[in-house]
C-alpha cells in the first residue's frame, strides 16, 4: 500500500490550499483516515482524523479553518485549509489506518504560508 500526499505550496496568509492524499495497492477498507503535520523543531501532530462511520476530529488549533473528508471509492482523503495562519507552516502528512491493523504514512507536503 502506498499514500500519494499533494497539495502543497506556498500561500499568503488568509488564503486556503487543499490537500489530497490518495492510497493505492491491495486495500481491503479503510478504518481511519487522518492529516498530521510536523514543523521544524516541532514534533508531529495530529490535524484531523475522520473514520469509517464519517465522524471527524481536529486538533484545537484548526477548528472552524480546516474540513477533512474522504472519497471511500477513490481511497482518498483531503484536507481544506481556509484562512491559513504563518504558524500552520509544516509539512503535512497523510495517515490511514486498515482492516489489516496497519497503519500506512505517505511522504509528506509542504505548506507555507507568509504573513
Known amino acids: 500500500v502506498q499514500l500519494q500526499a499533494s497539495g502543497g505550496g506556498l500561500v499568503q496568509a488568509g488564503g486556503s490550499l487543499r490537500l489530497s492524499c490518495a492510497a493505492s495497492?491491495?486495500?481491503?477498507?479503510?478504518?481511519?483516515m487522518g492529516w498530521y503535520r510536523q514543523a521544524p523543531g516541532n514534533e508531529r501532530e495530529l490535524v484531523a482524523k475522520?473514520?469509517?462511520?464519517?465522524?471527524?476530529n481536529y486538533a484545537d488549533a484548526v477548528k472552524g479553518r480546516f474540513t477533512i473528508s474522504r472519497d471511500n471509492a477513490k481511497n482518498t482523503v483531503y484536507l481544506q485549509m481556509n484562512s491559513l495562519k504563518p504558524e500552520d507552516t509544516a509539512v503535512y502528512y497523510c495517515?490511514?489506518?486498515?482492516?489489516?491493523?496497519?497503519?500506512?504514512w505517505g511522504k509528506g507536503t509542504q505548506v507555507t504560508v507568509s504573513s
Open positions: 475522520i473514520i469509517s462511520s464519517g465522524n471527524t
Open positions: 495517515k490511514m489506518h486498515l482492516s489489516d491493523g496497519m497503519d500506512y
Open positions: 495497492g491491495i486495500i481491503i477498507s479503510i478504518t481511519a
